[in-house]
Nanobody
């Protein structure tokens, strides 16, 4: 059994900062790419940032320069550092990971969502 657990939930004022973490646990053999997505009210889920096992990153244009994705492979954890937050960043944030467990091929796992609310 593999699961991703998200930590970090927040109500923050515009211009503030917040860090989310997502830890994978279970019978993990290896983790490829990991990422953060978000779904704002009335909108579809969108990619926020992704990071490969080698540390290569990509970002949505809307968060470039404000958000930083990183990972600690020893801890099977991915982080999303968010700064200069805007009200339009308000959304439920999800993490995912391409994980090969000890008993199955690579599968995409999702963590539970966490609410981030940015007040004006």
């Amino acid at each position: 059994q593999v699961q991703l657990v998200v930590s970090g939930v927040g109500l923050v004022q515009a211009g503030g900062s917040l860090i989310l973490s997502c830890a994978a646990s279970g019978s993990i053999f290896s983790i490829n790419a990991m990422g953060w997505y978000r779904r704002a009210p009335g909108k579809q889920r969108e990619l926020v940032a992704g990071i490969t096992s080698g540390g290569r990153t990509n970002y949505a244009d809307s968060v470039k320069g404000r958000f930083t994705i990183s990972r600690d492979n020893a801890k099977n954890t991915v982080y999303l550092q968010m700064s200069s937050l805007k009200p339009e960043d308000t959304a439920v944030y999800y993490c995912n990971g391409e994980i090969r467990s000890e008993w199955a091929a690579v599968m995409l796992y999702w963590g539970q969502g966490t609410q981030v609310t940015v007040s004006a």
